[in-house]
């Protein structure tokens, strides 16, 4: 089916970019970096190279595979008196959720860094129980710097832990129920689905499939170690998947999925090339950024709820490398369509394949969207034959996709409802955060997380509302349904000054990026949304390249600026200056958005900006005079 009658994009949205606009003085971005035509190899073409068939493994395949199943040396340096970790056990310490950083304000000459702790939590679907929250809470006012952050695969992230403190963390979050196992590392990462609790349609289902899909993707040996380090052992503390998922797991030990070591029979010794991400939705709801992930899932239902089988995409990722030209964003292309008793053991088999073919030898070429990109989505197919032996069908039809964020009141169940809160950039802090704990205390809430970085707040009864919206309001919630139209779908990473790749400002400039774009929106007497994402790095947390206006940090107070991405996330930006100072975000931005007002008619900016040649929006960039 084309992408029109799926109603979600493919990696057709890819156009070859003849040319990108010279912006003076300023460098346009390099038209490979997005250009990504799918490979035709020869018939005889092998596979590239991993760590099976490599004749020199890497010194990192070399560091996953002596670790004793990612233990060691973090096992070791936990028992020192130093601040921080070597960097062989930071490696490992990944994949336990945790990156070590320092806190560059505090840097000074001569001096030791202030060494520091980032924690992410592994929360499918963004479930929060109010034990784990309340506890996570405690956690960051205790041995954190006092704040929460939504991540945008909806997770918590603590920042500020002392190395010290670690085991404390971790072991008391594992404890309240939670973990932080593959949160990061080269493994699969945080299962995402819509947040909303809604009992309705397929959303029941896809939540269900996002647990399985976690519990499918935990490691074995690994999930040991895990407990021998944070939790001294406890047993009690293993995942317990469904018996379900237990007889698609037991297949890990068969034919091409089964690695050869039979402690970690999917993944192996040396675990998987890269990340891995995989997410969960119903049709018509992209809030999760479907194309972006290794695997996206639409899941289908029949009238009552019953799951069919999935629409299933693959090959998207956002990370990127600043002049590096054989790195670059991509969107998913379309693989078919699952019956749904196949479902798990399609993403068991996709890993697999990723695991054997995926590039061990460069890391910026590890991803799956560099195999599929180079070898194309036919020979994809075909390999997968030898790991997966069920049908894939044609897609099925599907509604248009649409960001939704649940923002607002909203009814679970008779007598039951949820309240979507905003929560800019996703920081949890001050009142805000002490007026929450108050809350989920109080009515034993649970809480659920957005890949907009906003937080619900669920199983509310009816005759708790007007209490709840009292408090709500007390603390900055007063309209949580109709937050200010650019904050609304807007989403930046961490960057400064934590982020150890991060080369320029995101999050804590992001308040005044977007008061600055009201302002000349109000201006211009515009009155449409318009999506904007911002990043202190290439990298893509926040999944710039997605963006209607997406500002990818390039250097101490410039960022690329790149244009065309969709409100309901189906089609790639591209990329337009390299080097754009934050000063002239205005003089930049103000001829095009102003030929979008007069000439787009009911197009978003995006789907404007698209349908202009490149000659075209050349001409609409101002002259060099306010870039120095």
């Not at 960051?140 to 190395?163: C, E, P, S, Y």
Request: charged residues 20%.
């Amino acid at each position: 089916m084309s992408t029109t009658e799926t109603g979600i994009g493919s990696s057709q949205v890819y156009k070859s970019l003849r040319r990108v606009s010279r912006f003076a003085t300023v460098r346009p971005v390099s038209c490979a970096a997005v250009t990504v035509t799918a490979g035709k190899p020869s018939a005889d073409a092998g596979p590239f190279p991993s760590l099976a068939n490599a004749t020199e493994p890497t010194k990192f395949e070399q560091l996953k595979s002596a670790s004793g199943h990612l233990k060691e040396p973090l096992l070791t340096e936990l028992g020192n008196e130093l601040p921080n970790f070597s960097d062989n056990a930071v490696q490992i310490l990944k994949f336990h959720g945790s990156y070590q950083q320092d806190n560059r304000d505090n840097r000074q000459k001569g001096q030791d860094k202030d060494w520091q702790m980032m924690l992410r939590l592994r929360s499918p679907a963004g479930r929060i129980p109010t034990g784990l929250y309340l506890a996570m809470d405690d956690l960051a006012d205790r041995l954190g710097n006092g704040t929460l952050r939504v991540t945008t695969r909806q997770a918590f992230q603590m920042h500020g832990i002392r190395k010290q403190h670690l085991k404390e963390v971790i072991g008391t979050i594992v404890r309240s129920m939670g973990s932080t196992l593959a949160a990061c590392g080269d493994i699969n990462r945080n299962v995402m689905a819509p947040a909303a609790p809604f009992q309705k349609g397929a959303y029941p289902a896809a939540r269900q499939l996002a647990d399985s899909v976690a519990d499918l993707l935990t490691p074995e040996a690994a999930e040991g170690s895990y407990l021998d380090l944070w939790v001294d052992g406890e047993l009690a503390y293993r995942i317990k998947p469904s018996n379900p998922v237990k007889r698609v797991k037991a297949r890990q030990h068969e034919g091409a999925v089964f690695s050869g070591d039979a402690s970690e029979p999917l993944y192996g010794g040396t675990y998987l090339p890269r990340k891995f991400k995989v997410a969960v939705t119903v049709p018509g709801d992209n809030s999760v950024d479907l194309l972006t992930q290794d695997i996206g899932l639409v899941q289908f239902c029949d009238p009552n709820g019953r799951p069919l089988g999935c629409n299933v995409y693959v090959g998207g990722g956002m990370g990127r490398t600043h002049n590096k030209d054989e790195t670059f964003a991509r969107v998913a292309d379309p693989l078919g369509y699952v019956a749904q008793e196949h479902v798990l053991d399609l993403v068991q088999s996709i890993a697999a394949l990723q695991r054997d073919h995926g590039d061990r030898q460069q890391r910026r070429h590890s991803r799956m969207k560099y195999l599929i990109h180079d070898r194309g989505i036919a020979w994809f197919n075909q390999e997968l034959t030898r790991y997966f032996p069920h049908p894939i069908k044609p897609l099925r039809r599907q509604p248009k996709a649409k960001l939704e964020d649940y923002l607002g009141w909203h009814r679970i169940a008779a007598g039951q409802w949820f309240v979507g809160l905003p929560l800019l950039c996703g920081r949890l802090a001050g009142e805000q955060k002490a007026g929450l704990r108050r809350l989920v205390e109080t009515y034993q809430l649970e809480l659920r997380l957005t890949p907009n970085q906003d937080i619900l707040l669920c199983n509310i009864g009816t005759q708790q509302r007007a209490s709840v919206r009292d408090e709500l309001a007390a603390i900055g919630f007063a309209a949580p349904e109709a937050p200010p139209l650019l904050a609304r779908h807007a989403i930046a990473c961490p960057a400064l000054p934590l982020c150890g790749l991060a080369v320029t400002e995101a999050e804590r400039i992001f308040p005044e990026v977007l008061e600055r774009l009201d302002v000349l929106l109000r201006r211009l007497a515009i009155e449409r949304p318009l999506l904007v994402r911002m990043t202190g790095c290439p990298n893509g947390c926040a999944r710039p390249y997605m963006a209607e206006v997406g500002l990818v940090g390039s250097g101490p107070n410039q960022y690329q600026l790149w244009l065309g991405g969709t409100p309901n996330l189906t089609q790639l930006a591209r990329p337009y200056l390299e080097k754009m100072p934050l000063e002239a975000l205005e003089p930049t931005l103000e001829p095009l958005l102003q030929a979008w007002h007069q000439g787009g008619g009911r197009r978003s900016f995006g789907e404007f900006i698209s349908s202009l040649e490149p000659h075209s929006i050349e001409a609409l960039l101002p002259n060099a005079s306010v870039v120095s």
